[in-house]
């Protein structure tokens, strides 16, 4: 079992910046895949980014491609979703997800899910 908690969502205007952190606790960290998505009101769960267990393979979706950037700190359980030049579209609760499978961008390849975190961004 894995507990993820995420965090450092909130408001920001247009251009700005935000980081997400998503802390892990439970069954090895280090195993597992993580990944990132989000959802906006009356929309189905978008894929944002993946990192495997090692960070040598990371995947984005091609609306955040540039501009946001995910890593993650196995001695610290941390998985983090740096979020620059952000834009009213991106407004949407964000969710990490934790995968015992290779890196994918379909829901379905992750067993455990944080509460989510809002991030708005503000026109």
């Known amino acids: 079992q894995v507990q993820l908690v995420e965090s450092g969502g909130g408001l920001v205007q247009a251009g700005g910046s935000l980081r997400l952190s998503c802390a892990a606790s439970g069954r090895t960290f280090s195993w597992y895949v993580y990944g990132w998505f989000r959802q906006a009101p009356g929309k189905e769960p978008e894929f944002v980014a993946a990192i495997s267990w090692s960070s040598d393979t990371i995947r984005y979706s091609d609306s955040v491609k540039g501009r946001f950037t995910i890593s993650r700190d196995n001695a610290k359980n941390t998985v983090y979703l740096q979020m620059n030049s952000l834009k009213p579209e991106d407004t949407a609760v964000y969710y990490c997800?934790?995968?015992?499978?290779?890196?994918?961008?379909?829901?379905?390849?992750?067993?455990?899910w944080g509460q989510g975190t809002q991030v708005t961004v503000s026109s």
């Open positions: 997800a934790a995968g015992a499978s290779t890196i994918g961008i379909s829901t379905t390849r992750y067993d455990y």
